[in-house]
């Protein structure tokens, strides 16, 4: 069984930073790509930032240059650095793995419980 589970979640002020962290754990033989989703209330689930395995990244436009996606490979972890946050910026954020738990099975896509971000203006 693999669990992904993210940390680092809160309420900050306009203006501030925030760093994610998502430790993936379990059965688990190669991690490919990585990602963020956010939620924000009343609204549909929508992609934020994206990085391979082999470190190739990607971002939202509306994040570009103020969200930093990165991964550590031996602790199966990723993470988000935030900066400038926005009140706009107000969301569940989702952790979002390709994982492939065996050898010889298939990849399986997984997704975290969800952290909450909270900026004020």
């Known amino acids: 069984q693999v669990q992904l589970v993210e940390s680092g979640g809160g309420l900050v002020q306009s203006g501030g930073s925030l760093r994610l962290s998502c430790a993936a754990s379990g059965n688990i033989f190669r991690i490919n790509a990585m990602a963020w989703y956010r939620q924000a209330p009343g609204k549909q689930r929508e992609w934020v930032a994206g990085?391979?395995?082999?470190?190739?990244?990607n971002y939202k436009d509306s994040v570009k240059d103020r969200f930093t996606i990165s991964r550590d490979n031996a602790k199966n972890t990723v993470y988000l650095q935030m900066n400038s946050l926005k009140p706009e910026d107000t969301a569940v954020y989702y952790c979002?793995?390709?994982?492939?738990?065996?050898?010889?099975?298939?990849?399986?896509?997984?997704w975290g419980q969800g952290t909450q971000v909270t900026v004020s203006s």
């Open positions: 990085i391979a395995s082999g470190g190739s990244t």
């Open positions: 979002n793995a390709d994982i492939k738990p065996w050898p010889l099975g298939k990849e399986y896509n997984y």
